[in-house]
C-alpha cells in the first residue's frame, strides 16, 4: 500500500471550501467535472462522473473530512482507500491538505499528479 499528502493554499474562506467539497453542484463547478454528493455523515459520493467513488466516514464539522475512496482503476480486490482533507484558515484563505492512505501499490504517483491537475489547479482558478 502507498500513501501521500498533498497540500495547496486557496483564496476562500475555509468554511465555504469545506461546504463545497460536500456540495454536488460547487464540487462539480471547481472541478469542472459532474460529482454528485451526499454531505451526510455515512453519505455515497462519486466524482469525475463516476471515475471516483467513496463513503464519507466522519465529518468534523469545517475542520475535518474522512473519507473511503476508489477508483475505477482499483481492481474488485483492491480495498478502498482513505481520504482525510484538513481545511485550515490561513490569513490568506485556507491550506487544505489531503492526506491520501491505503492506495494500491503502484498508484500513488499516479493520484499525486491527480489531485494536484484535477483538484488544485482548477480549484485555484475558480476561487480566485
Known sequence: MESLIVSVELPVKSDVLFHAWLDS???SAFT???ALIDPSL???FTAWEGYISGK???LDPLTRI?????TTEFSDADADSKLEILFEPT???T???ITHTDIPDGQGDMYREGWEEYYFKPMLEYFS
Open 25 to 27: 453542484a460547487e464540487h
Open 32 to 34: 469542472g467535472s459532474e
Open 42 to 44: 455515512g453519505g455515497l
Open 56 to 58: 464519507t466516514l466522519e
Open 66 to 70: 474522512m473519507q473511503s475512496w476508489r
Open 91 to 93: 490569513s490568506k484563505g
Open 95 to 97: 491550506q487544505l491538505t
